[in-house]
């Protein structure tokens, strides 16, 4: 039921909360788990703009920078005997996730009820709000 998890992070406080549920779902059969960071096309297609001789720079710099974050999530999850893919994606978050999840064939999806935005009003995020709607397989959102 959890062999493959999709963690899908914005290295927000709220989606590191989400790395402790899934450690505890080693003990419930979980074997890998894919970590996907989205680089957001919203900020990109800003950043275009105002950033048009080094934008290809740039977004290399936003690859590298999101890898490096994601190093010591993995190291975690590797720690507890989890195998770990690492991707990092550009477009719109909720595609994005929704893309990855079907393209490595995960069982859930583990994310965060908030980003980086963080709106105490609002019960979910944008991104989480869309994927609990549009989503065809189970999701646990770690609620702040
Ligand atoms: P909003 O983006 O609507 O202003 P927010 O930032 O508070 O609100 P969301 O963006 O919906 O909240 O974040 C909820 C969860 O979705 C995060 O905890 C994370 O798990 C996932 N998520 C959000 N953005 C990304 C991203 N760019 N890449 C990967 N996962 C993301
Ligand atoms: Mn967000």
Redesign the pocket.
């Known amino acids: 039921m959890y062999e493959r998890i999709l963690?899908?992070?914005?290295f927000?406080d709220?989606?590191v909360k989400?790395v402790d549920y899934i450690k505890e779902l080693k003990g419930a059969g979980a074997q890998e788990v894919v970590i996907?960071?989205?680089?957001?096309r919203r900020g990109l297609n800003d950043l275009s703009r105002f950033a048009k001789k080094d934008f290809a720079g740039i977004l290399v710099d936003m690859e590298q920078k999101a890898r490096g974050e994601i190093r010591p999530i993995e190291e975690e999850l590797k720690g507890v005997g989890l195998k770990v893919k690492v991707r990092v994606e550009k477009g719109g978050?909720c595609d994005?996730?929704l893309r990855v999840a079907d393209e490595e064939k995960v069982s859930v999806i583990i994310?965060?009820?908030?980003?980086?935005?963080?709106?105490d009003s609002?019960l979910?995020?944008?991104?989480?709000?869309k994927?609990v709607k549009r989503v065809n397989i189970p999701i646990l959102v770690v609620k702040k």
């Open positions: 963690y899908p992070t914005d927000s709220e989606a989400a996907l960071h989205v680089i957001d978050p994005e996730i994310a965060g009820s908030h980003g980086k935005s963080n709106i609002m979910l995020g944008s991104v989480s709000y994927l």
